[in-house]
């Protein structure tokens, strides 16, 4: 079974109001601020886990023993991706989370990796593999989000009021909490398009796999010059470097508003959520995301820009103690 929905936020909304009862999830501790969001409009609860220092995903063995200690008090779990890396198998984790309890409901979160609208690369044990191609994402059509559900699976689509100015003020509202590290209180907002698509499944699958291969080579050419400009102890492995360029640098920050000041940019997605949409703090991903910086390679970015910000980066490294 396949879902379409103008954002993949709006998915998983109508699915966890779909489901019966009101058990929690398991979410791990750098999951897009939308995520949580999303949990709080559809009135769902939610537990967030500290990440695994070598996958960079959820701790998997905490979330094994959360649920083997109690397996009736979990409806499931959202296993993202971490930095679209697709080459991190997951398969016997979801197979283990089976093994406890069949019924426990597995969200493979594939949102910063390619879209795969034939579902080629669906790890068994996964009842849903989410998608999405809204902005910034692998392939960026400005809107859309699918996945693929296993047969059977209570969906219903939701009506909600929308506002623009309700998302860019929930937007502000995160983006603040998560820089400052102050608890965020938004989410019941009326910031989330339920809406219908304004394009059918065939039409959006067709423009997806248009864009695919060119953004898939855009993304190879820019990921090329990073790696030939830049030293290899501060690249992320080259798993983590399909949905942004990786680097782990001494004052990111700075290196950050650097990179803005000449006419650049660059992210630090994804910090811990700890103290933001929980009282809990996450030394693993604060530890983690404390020297990451996104560096773009998508159609934002082009060649020359690359190369200036990899100049930039290598002066930053120069100025920094150590370095």
Request: charged letters at 25%.
């Amino acid at each position: 079974m396949i879902l379409f929905e103008k954002r993949a936020c709006g998915i998983l909304h109508n699915l966890l109001r779909s489901l019966p009862g009101d058990l929690p999830f398991l979410l791990p501790a750098d999951v897009c601020p939308l995520v949580p969001l999303t949990f709080r409009k559809a009135e769902r609860r939610f537990r967030l886990l500290d990440l695994d220092p070598e996958s960079r995903g959820m701790d998997r063995r905490r979330c094994l023993e959360l649920l083997a200690e109690q397996p009736e008090a979990w409806a499931g779990v959202i296993y993202v991706r971490p930095y679209g890396a697709e080459a991190e198998e997951a398969d016997g984790f979801f197979s283990a989370l089976k093994e406890v309890r069949p019924s426990f409901l597995v969200i493979d979160d594939r949102c910063l990796c390619p879209p795969d609208c034939d579902g080629e690369r669906i790890a068994p044990g996964a009842d849903v593999t989410l998608f999405s191609t809204g902005r910034a994402k692998s392939v960026d059509l400005g809107f859309g989000g699918f996945a693929h559900c296993r047969d059977g699976m209570a969906y219903r689509r939701c009506a909600a009021p929308y506002s623009a100015a309700a998302l860019a003020e929930v937007t502000r509202r995160y983006q603040e909490a998560t820089a400052r590290g102050i608890p965020c209180a938004a989410g019941e907002e009326s910031w989330l398009d339920l809406s219908a698509p304004g394009l059918g499944w065939d039409a959006y699958k067709e423009a997806v796999r248009e864009a695919l291969p060119k953004a898939g080579e855009h993304r190879r050419r820019l990921n090329a010059i990073y790696t030939d400009a830049l030293p290899e102890e501060i690249r992320l492995p080259e798993r983590f470097q399909g949905w942004r360029f990786q680097i782990l640098v001494p004052e990111p920050d700075r290196l950050v508003e650097s990179l803005f000041a000449a006419g650049l940019f660059a992210s630090r997605h994804y910090a811990s959520l700890g103290g933001i949409f929980c009282a809990e703090r996450f030394p693993v991903a604060e530890r983690l995301h404390r020297g990451i910086v996104n560096l773009f390679n998508d159609g934002a970015f082009d060649e020359a820009r690359a190369r200036q910000a990899a100049g930039l980066v290598l002066q930053h490294l120069h100025r920094s103690s150590g370095y």
